[in-house]
């Protein structure tokens, strides 16, 4: 699966796509992730990406050109170029989705994770500053994304979000296929049963007997009574 994300500060993600389980995917190719500079599309010297905003009010917002020019050059290289209209695939074989993350988008769920990991590539814009060009959500997107009823810096945070939630979704991405499946939100609104490791007691707090028992049946009972119903 191909991740594309336009963003204005691409080093940020260097660490986190640089470590551990997204490491590893991408050394074997079950996962590609693209990171474009947004200001390597403006035409301008001062590599302008911003702008004061009509109506006035504090703050800057992200211009729609720049975007533009970047969604044109990465869906070109899947053979169906942008127009004034919502980017469409020609090839039914080739999915992608381009998703703005926003404040005001759809709060994402391990259900999103779910739908849009059949997708052959996303394209991610992070928006940054008060907000981002509303032709861009109108016109060039095909979903508004948060995370949470809060505010953040940027998109950047965001894209790691759904990049590692769609990554472990997919097959070979994690060591035992079981571990996506045994988890909190595998089934929607249900959370994960406590987990336990050695030692069997420490500082007087104990394992729970059962699972010391051998006994599967009863082991698995005791998982489902204390899996909790998410909020």
């Not at 594309?4 to 079950?30: C, M, N, W």
């Not at 004061?52 to 009010?57: A, F, I, K, N, Q």
């Not at 779910?114 to 109108?138: F, H, P, Q, T, W």
Request: charged share 30%; with cysteine; net charge positive.
């Amino acid at each position: 699966m191909d991740f594309h994300i336009v963003t204005i500060f691409p080093k940020i993600f260097d660490s986190y796509f640089s470590e551990s389980i997204l490491k590893r995917a991408q050394g074997r190719e079950l996962i590609k992730i693209d990171i474009h500079d947004l200001r390597d599309y403006t035409e301008d010297k001062h590599k302008t990406v911003d702008d004061t905003p009509y109506g006035g009010g504090a703050g800057m917002v992200m211009k729609v050109e720049p975007i533009y020019r970047a969604l044109s050059s990465i869906i070109s290289n899947f053979q169906f170029p942008i127009s004034n209209k919502k980017p469409k695939t020609k090839n039914q074989k080739l999915k992608t989705r381009v998703i703005l993350f926003s404040a005001k988008g759809k709060k994402y769920t391990q259900k999103d994770a779910r739908r849009l990991s059949r997708y052959n590539s996303l394209i991610m814009i992070c928006g940054r500053y008060e907000g981002v060009d509303e032709r861009v959500a109108k016109y060039l997107v095909d979903e508004e994304i948060s995370i949470g009823d809060y505010v953040l810096t940027g998109g950047e945070i965001p894209a790691m979000v759904v990049v590692d939630s769609i990554a472990r979704l997919l097959p070979g991405v994690l060591g035992n296929t079981e571990s996506a499946k045994e988890e909190s939100h595998s089934v929607e609104g249900r959370l994960e049963y406590p987990q336990y490791t050695k030692p069997e007691e420490f500082q007087g707090w104990k394992v729970p007997k059962i699972l010391l028992s051998g006994h599967h049946e009863k082991i698995e009972q005791w998982r489902k009574k204390n899996s909790k119903l998410g909020k």
